[in-house]
Structures are given as C-alpha cells and as structure tokens.
C-alpha cells in the first residue's frame, strides 16, 4: 500500500520536471520553472497517506491483541470458531 | 455575490462546525446535551440553507470561489440543480440517522459522523478533482472511525480489509489523475471537459484507472468481497448511513465524470463498456447471493450491490434516459436501503442477533413497519406504481434506443434473482411466531422518534412516485451533450 502511494508520489513529481528547469522562484534572470503544482498536491497526499497508514497500524494492533496472529488465515479461521461459539452459547440460553 | 448565492456552501461549514465541536467536548460527556442541542441546530440549518438556495436557484449555476480565486486556478464549488438536489437528499438523510441513532452514541462517533457529513458534502460541491480525492480520503478514515467497534474486535479485521482495499482505490484514482493531468494541464472538471481527448492514449489510461478506483468504491461484482464483510460486521445504524449514502456520493461522482466531463454520448468508449458489462453481471448474481444469506445485515450488503449496479449500467449507457434513471435510482435506492438497514437495527435491539429468521416478528411487531419493509422491497424489484419501475423502465427504452441487448437480458435476469431474496424475506413473515419466546428477550421499546423516522422516509419514498413525471423535466447536468 505504501509502495503504491510513495509510486503515485513521486509520477506526479516527474511530471513536474522541465529540461533545465529551477526552483519556482521569482527571479528575472531565467524563464524555465518546474512546475509547483503537483509538489504542492503531493505534499497534501503525502499527509493523507501517513494518516490512513496511522490508521491502518492502529488497527493491526488491535487484530493482533485480540487475536494473536496477523496471518489471513488463521485469523478467519479464529473468527469462524467464535462465531461458531456463540451461536451455540445462544441455543444453551 | 449576495449571500443567497454563497448559501449553498453553509452547510459543508455547519458540518465542519459540529465536528469541531464534538471532537472538543467528546473529552467533557457532561456536556453532550449542550453539543446535541448545537448539532441538531446546525443539521437543521443546513437543510434549510439547501433549500434556500434551491429556491433562488436560476439557469445559471452557483459558483463559490474558494478563497477568491477564480476558475481554473483556484478550487471551485460549483451549485447546479444536479448537485443541489442532491446536497438536499444528504441533508434530509442525515437528519433523519443523526434523530434515529447517532444522537446516542459517543461523542466521538458523533464527530466522526460530522467529519463524514463535511467530506460527502465537499464530494458532491466540488469542481476540482484533486479536492475531491482529498475529501475522498477524509471520508474513507471517518468511515474506519465510525465501522470500528471496540467492543467487537472482530470488526477491526474487517475495517483493516475495507481500508487496504479502499486505499487501493483511492490511490487508482489518483494514478489516473496525474494521467489525466499529465496531458490536459487541468484539474478543474468544467476546463477538462473541453480539454480532455477521449482518443488520446493519455487521456484514455488516465480515465481507465479512476473508473478502476470507483468500480472497487462502488463494489461492483467480482470486487464487492471486502463491502459485505465490513456491512456485516459493524452495527446496523452506522451501515444505515454508509449504505445508503456514501456509496451513492461515489456514483455521483462517476456521473459527474462520464456525464460531464466526459461529456455524455461522445465518450462511448471500452472504459464505459468494461462498467457495462461489470454493472450487467452484478445486477445478475448479487441478488442471487444475496438470497443464500442468513444475516440481515450481509443480505442487504447484497441487495445494494446489485441496486447500484444499475447506476453502473445508466452510466455505461450514456444517454439523456440513463442519466435520469441513474440520479433516480440514487433517489429511490439511498431512501429504501436506509430504512431497511434501521429496520434491521430495531430487530436487532429487540431480539439480540442480526438472523434473519428474526424477522418473522415483524407482523406481530408492528402492521406498518411490515407494510415499510414490502414497500422497499417491491420497489426493489421495480413493480410498477413504485420509484424502482421506472428506473427500470428508463434503462429498458436507453438500452432498445441504443440496441443493446443484453442490457435488457440483464436486467430481466435480474429482476428474476431480485424475487428470490424479495420472497425469502417476505416468506419469513409468514414463518410460525413464538412469541412468548420474543417477549422474553425485547426489553428495549421501539422509539417513537425511531417511528417517526421509519414513516418519513416511507413518505420520501412515496413521494418519489408522484415526483416521476416532473424528474425529467427537473434534472440537468451541467455540460451533457446528448
């Protein structure tokens, strides 16, 4: 997921880039910028991927505290088995 | 600008307001009657700027420039009668969830509420396509706030799937756009619409991959898995709204873009196609898994899968037809779903589990509730005098326009699957009632407020019925050309 985002980053930077290009500051002697704008984009994406990721981790804790493993599997496998329980905790009631 | 023409935007800043709000105080519970009281006011407050501006609403669209920069530079809000229509829906939506639960949760829920109301507000308002992702993602973590239940650790799992593969989406829809942006200069969606080259290689990769990132935010069929799982883990109330609502926010959206800036019959290209053929095929099987369900709430997953997917085919299509079939089938399907959802949320105060077969109580219940659930459900399945007829009747005279058949082969096959999970409902009222077993476990009552919210948007959905013949004529897109 991060791979991805850090990928769609850094396609936006490329596009920005001109031959010979300089920063976009004011300066009269040169005519040729970078394009500012998907730095400026990028910056704002760049906040929205650390947070989903701060999200993402905080609820990886989460599963691993409640059920002791981080693999798909075992975690389906888990909640199958409580579902299971329950239901037959329901019929006991 | 006179403020008639800026009040269009209130209720994004209400919203914002209220989250702010709660957020604040969710660290003081002893003043949650003081934020209620506020919240309710500006929930209110923007439905009534809505409508204010609905009425002075003139041919020319309601244009807000944010932060005084003009069209293709600055970010614009952008009111026409599509948008607004819309904005009105949301607002009366989010009255009647905020009335019926979300006024009694926690604090923090309710900030996480307001928080979602402000992004899908801002989703539908905006003209630019990276402020959209931006709300887009705003969104997409006040839904993981709202689905995750501490209670049940089990639903952190299933938001964790839901968030991986909505950032999946999410990041889709923004390779598509540095694509797009790559060779149109743009982001602005009225300037793309005259820049944008359907035959443009660019352009064309560009379209494809944020179509990719709304089929997977719209969960058409083979790419529904992680919507079903996050709906039936959660509880009902807060589905209710996310159900209802926000998917339809996504399907604006993609009308927005195949409609407008795409600009309507010209684009019929592979990517339009690809939604067509998808949309067909859940329209198809969703009903068909949904009728193998035995929880409520995964059955309803299933049954909006396959509702949306006729958005899905009316934007494959293209045409004048689809496009009113489309917003309202968004009418017609965010209103029934929602009021299936609490109903489920009731029975499930009431009996302690989502089972269906729970469901059996409902006649002895209450006689109207019961009339409420046929009603959505015959809707549903498009029996004439109800709203979900003529979406399909619009569907069926666009697709013989455009002779597509297997448009109507689809839909037919569909209506077929829909009468399974429809009579697997209705079968169960008819199922034998043990009630002294059921009055043993009800010790919640059934809420007048809950009641009043149940019979308004029965009312809505009636009224849909007598809206019909004025929705053609009401209905505009801003740079359609059919």
């Keep these: 997921m991060n791979i991805l985002q850090v990928g769609i980053i850094f396609l936006f930077i490329s596009l920005a880039y001109r031959k010979g290009g300089l920063a976009p500051i004011e300066n009269h002697e040169t005519y040729i910028y ?60 | 600008m006179s403020l008639y023409q800026q009040l269009f935007v209130a209720p994004l800043f209400f919203s914002f307001l209220s989250a702010c709000i709660c957020a604040w105080f969710s660290f003081r519970p002893s003043k949650k009657k003081y934020t209620q009281a506020v919240s309710t006011f500006f929930l209110f407050a923007s439905l009534l700027a809505t409508i204010g501006s609905l009425i002075h609403l003139s041919p020319e669209p309601l244009v807000y420039e944010y932060g005084g920069w003009p069209s293709p530079w600055g970010i614009v809000f952008f009111g026409d009668v599509f948008s607004l229509s819309f904005i009105f829906l949301l607002s009366v939506l989010a009255i009647i969830s905020w009335v019926f639960a979300f006024v009694h949760v926690s604090l923090l829920k309710q900030s996480m509420f307001f928080f979602l109301l402000f992004a899908l507000y801002g989703m539908i308002l905006t003209q630019d396509l990276f402020n959209f992702y931006v709300f887009l993602e705003i969104c997409s973590i006040a839904i993981y706030g709202l689905l995750f239940d501490r209670k049940h650790p089990a639903s952190a799992w299933f938001t964790f799937r839901y968030l991986s593969i909505n950032t999946v989406a999410a990041s889709f829809y923004l390779m598509g756009l540095a694509f797009v942006y790559s060779s149109c200069g743009s982001l602005n969606m009225a300037d793309l619409s005259t820049l944008i080259d359907t035959h443009n290689l660019t352009d064309k990769i560009g379209i494809f991959l944020i179509s990719l990132g709304f089929c997977i ?266």
Aim: proline share 3%; charged share 15%.
């Design chain 2, 217 to 482: 935010k719209i969960a058409l069929w083979p790419l529904h898995d992680w919507l079903t799982g996050a709906y039936g883990s959660s509880e009902s109330h807060t589905t209710a709204f996310i159900a209802g609502i926000v998917t339809k926010v996504f399907c604006i959206f993609l009308i927005r873009f195949f409609f407008s800036v795409l600009g309507g019959a010209e684009y019929a290209s592979s990517t339009a196609n690809l939604i067509l053929i998808f949309s067909c095929l859940s329209v198809i099987i969703a009903p068909y898994l949904a009728s193998k369900q035995s929880d409520a709430r995964v059955l309803l997953a299933y049954s909006s899968i396959s509702q949306i997917a006729y958005i899905g085919i009316a934007v494959g299509e293209g045409s004048m037809l689809a496009f009113h079939a489309a917003c309202f089938q968004i009418f017609h399907h965010a209103i029934g779903k929602t009021a299936l959802f609490f109903l489920a949320s009731v029975i499930h105060k009431k009996t302690g589990t989502y089972e269906i077969s729970n469901w059996r109580y409902w006649p002895s219940t209450s006689k109207w509730m019961t009339g409420v659930i046929v009603l959505c459900l015959l809707s549903f399945l498009g029996i004439p005098p109800l709203p979900g007829f003529f979406v399909k009747y619009w569907l069926f005279q666009s697709a013989l326009q455009s002779s597509h058949f297997f448009v109507i082969v689809s839909i037919t096959l569909g209506s077929i699957s829909t009468l399974l999970y429809v009579f697997f409902i209705i079968e169960q009222f008819f199922e034998k009632q043990d009630l002294n077993d059921f009055a043993s476990t009800s010790e919640t009552k059934f809420r007048i407020s809950q009641k009043i919210c149940i019979a308004s948007l029965s009312i809505l959905m009636l009224f849909l019925i007598g809206a019909y013949p004025y929705f053609e004529s009401w209905m505009k897109i801003e740079g359609f050309r059919p």
């Design chain 1, 34 to 93: 970078t394009n500012p704008l998907p730095h400026a984009l990028m910056l704002t994406a760049i906040v929205v991927s650390v947070a989903t990721t701060g999200i993402a981790l905080s609820l990886v804790t989460v599963i691993h505290k409640h059920f002791g493993s981080l693999d798909e599997d075992q975690i389906l496998e888990r909640y199958t088995s409580d579902t299971l329980q329950k239901n037959k905790d329901m019929e006991i009631e």
